[in-house]
């Protein structure tokens, strides 16, 4: 075989994964996933990885507390790089938890935990006592609106601009709120003995510190009474029901009537980021 004939032939093994390279497969493979955790901290091993003399792994932050000392073996040791392992774990790809709520990310398995923590198709859930629904915040709208007749208040709501709620004042439960960037946003009134309470919540999946401002305004012709006031909205993914926390506007007793309702009466609502 000539020179050039067998320089084709090994380019040819190459590309089919022969004996000049292997090819990557993607491929199903059940494994058990703690032993891609460090054996000191057991956190998930990530690069740099170590390795004792008679082969143990750890991550490099164990490794700058046992330099001397194998934590498993108890030999004494040299750590090397152990640079097979961290193939290993850097070609390993999960799918996030959220996969069926339709996040299509294939994460490395150190990066899976940190992932989670920010993705945006992390479920929020159903407030409704005896409601098991959970899903995105698109989702969660159209099962209020569909399953519990929630009062549908804005679905292109404009920062900063004010909207009327008409229906609000004496009707006990939530309005929804959309915003034109998707967030979500609950007005809620409740009853108690001095009056109607109001509260809003910024629906997301992953709670944070308050980023919305919102300023709530009573109007009332008859008795002429009004009201005004500007708080931080909280922050809430409604697994434990409405938050606690929520600034409560009262809209006094005497404005409501025996009924709890007055048609004179109206709330205006404008949210913006903080």
């Not at 690069?47 to 004494?76: E, M, N, W």
């Not at 152990?82 to 996969?99: D, F, G, P, W, Y």
């Not at 989670?116 to 159903?126: L, N, T």
């Not at 229906?167 to 108690?192: A, H, I, K, S």
């Amino acid at each position: 075989m000539g020179a050039q004939q067998q320089q084709e032939t090994n380019g040819k093994e190459a590309e089919e994964g022969g004996v000049g390279k292997r090819r990557k497969v993607d491929t199903d493979v059940t494994m058990d996933l703690d032993i891609l955790d460090c054996p000191v901290c057991f956190l998930p091993l990530r690069p740099p990885i170590f390795q004792c003399t008679v082969g143990h792994a750890i991550c490099s932050s164990c490794r700058d507390k046992l330099r001397d000392k194998c934590y498993l073996c108890s030999l004494p040791t040299a750590y090397n790089r152990c640079r097979m392992v961290e193939k290993v774990v850097e070609s390993i790809k999960l799918a996030c938890s959220n996969s069926s709520h339709g996040c299509t990310a294939r994460i490395t398995y150190y990066q899976k935990e940190e992932h989670e923590k920010g993705c945006q198709h992390a479920p929020c859930f159903c407030p409704e006592t005896g409601c098991s629904f959970s899903g995105p915040t698109k989702v969660l709208l159209e099962h209020f609106l569909g399953e519990h007749d929630w009062c549908y208040g804005e679905k292109d709501l404009r920062y900063g601009k004010t909207y009327r709620i008409k229906t609000l004042l004496g009707v006990l439960g939530p309005t929804v709120l959309m915003g034109n960037d998707g967030r979500l946003f609950l007005v809620n009134m409740t009853m108690e003995s001095l009056g109607g309470v109001i509260s809003v919540c910024c629906v997301e999946p992953h709670i944070s510190g308050s980023r919305f401002k919102c300023r709530l305004a009573l109007s009332c012709g008859e008795p002429s009474y009004s009201q005004t006031t500007e708080f931080l909205t909280s922050s809430t993914n409604l697994h434990d029901g409405f938050p606690k926390d929520c600034f409560l506007f009262l809209v006094p007793k005497v404005l409501l009537g025996d009924t709890g309702t007055n048609p004179a009466a109206t709330v205006c609502v404008t949210l913006k980021p903080q």
